[in-house]
Nanobody, 127 residues
Framework: QVQLVESGGGLVQAGGSLRLSCAAS????????MGWFRQAPGKEREFVAA????????NYADSVKGRFAISRDNGKNTMYLQMNSLKPEDPAVYYC????????????????????WGQGTQVTVFS
């Protein structure tokens, strides 16, 4: 079992930066692929970024590639999302998620592949 808690959301001006964190409890964090998803009002939850259990492979949505960076620190059981050059289309509730299957080689964008979810943190961008 993995419990996930996001933090770091807030209000930022367009062009600014935020760093989200996802703290995980449980012994399986270091063997689990992790992902960030977001959901804006009236829209479906969409993939943002994902990282392999080892941190050696990442995957990004085209809309954030080059602006966002996902990383993890397995020693601290924490995953991060550095968000730069925030745009008016980025506001949403951001969720972190974990895959329950250990040591997977793939880094998937499919939200059905993630079995544990945090409660979300709100990101608001103003211009």
């Amino acid at each position: 079992q993995v419990q996930l808690v996001e933090s770091g959301g807030g209000l930022v001006q367009a062009g600014g930066s935020l760093r989200l964190s996802c703290a995980a409890s449980g012994r399986t964090f270091s063997s689990s692929a992790m992902g960030w998803f977001r959901q804006a009002p009236g829209k479906e939850r969409e993939f943002v970024a994902a990282i392999k259990w080892s941190g050696t492979n990442t995957n990004y949505a085209d809309s954030v590639k080059g602006r966002f960076a996902i990383s993890r620190d397995n020693g601290k059981n924490t995953m991060y999302l550095q968000m730069n050059s925030l745009k008016p289309e980025d506001p949403a509730v951001y969720y972190c998620a974990a895959d329950s299957r250990p040591f997977r080689a793939v880094v998937t964008r499919d939200r059905s592949e993630y079995h544990y979810w945090g409660q979300g943190t709100q990101v608001t961008v103003f211009s």
